[in-house]
Nanobody
Framework: VQLQASGGGLVQAGDSLRLSCAAS????????MGWFRQAPGKEREFVAG????????YYADSVKGRFTISRNKVENTLYLQMDSLRPDDTAVYYC?????????????????????WGQGTLVTVSS
């Protein structure tokens, strides 16, 4: 599976931004897709996840109510709508996917649970 993330940029606090992640290759059998982010000097952290078949979604507490993850199954594209952005949302955002058949209730949040990663897109939020 190849993942191509896009949509990052420089915005002001309170603004919105939508990230996209196009999946190609062996997309049949994708189990979960998710968004992670990594700020300078920090570890990569989970942001939001989605069960590809059933579209069940789940979020990190820090973004709950502000970010929305969704997907277009026909176009094999994952989205992250980010509203009410804050300076501490500044990071490189990565999309990820797995084909491990964890099951509908698994809700994986660890980077180790995902096998495929996009190249990252930078989001900078100024105050």
């Amino acid at each position: 599976v190849q993942l191509q993330a896009s949509g990052g940029g420089l915005v002001q606090a309170g603004d919105s931004l939508r990230l996209s992640c196009a999946a190609s290759g062996r997309t049949l059998g994708i189990d979960y897709m998710g968004w992670f982010r990594q700020a300078p000097g920090k570890e990569r952290e989970f942001v939001a996840g989605l069960a590809w078949k059933y579209e069940n979604t789940y979020y990190a507490d820090s973004v709950k109510g502000r970010f929305t993850i969704s997907r277009n199954k026909v176009e094999n594209t994952l989205y992250l709508q980010m509203d009410s952005l804050r300076p501490d949302d500044t990071a490189v955002y990565y999309c990820a996917a797995d084909r491990n058949a964890y099951g509908a209730g698994a809700r994986p949040t660890s980077t180790r649970a995902y096998d495929y990663w996009g190249q990252g897109t930078l989001v900078t939020v100024s105050s």
